[in-house]
């Protein structure tokens, strides 16, 4: 199991930034598997979508197209870490952010049945 938990959401104005990041702990590595972590969002009254994922051993990185050349995501493996950078940020960007991870020989889908870990969430908000 691995347990994650979120923090640095807020309120910003469009055009502004923050950064999200997701602490874990617990069991982080499983023998012959690849730990993935992963930022999705849920507005209300929409399905949870994907963001942004990491493998964690490798490096690789994917993006949702929506956020491609905006956002950042990231890993610090001293302190099993990892961020989001969310830069000019828009109204639609508005949502509850999830991290999530999973354990996976090959690369999940930004899709929320590819991902088992989940954290509580924390609240973006953007105004115009």
């Known amino acids: 199991e691995v347990r994650l938990v979120e923090s640095g959401g807020g309120s910003v104005q469009a055009g502004g930034s923050l950064r999200l990041s997701c602490a874990t702990s617990?069991?982080?590595?499983?023998?012959?598997?690849?730990?993935?972590m992963g930022w999705f969002r849920q507005a209300p009254g929409k399905e949870r979508e994907g963001v942004a994922g990491?493998?964690?051993?490798?490096?690789?990185?994917d993006y949702a197209d929506s956020v491609k050349g905006r956002f950042t995501i990231s890993q610090d493996t001293a302190n099993k870490m990892v961020h989001l950078q969310m830069n000019s940020l828009k109204p639609e960007d508005t949502a509850m952010y999830y991290c999530a991870a999973t354990f996976r020989r090959w690369w999940p889908r930004l899709q929320r049945e590819d991902w088992d870990q989940w954290g509580q969430g924390t609240q973006v908000t953007v105004s115009t």
């Open positions: 990491i493998n964690t051993d490798s490096d690789s990185i």
């Open positions: 617990g069991d982080t590595a499983r023998h012959g598997y690849n730990l993935y």
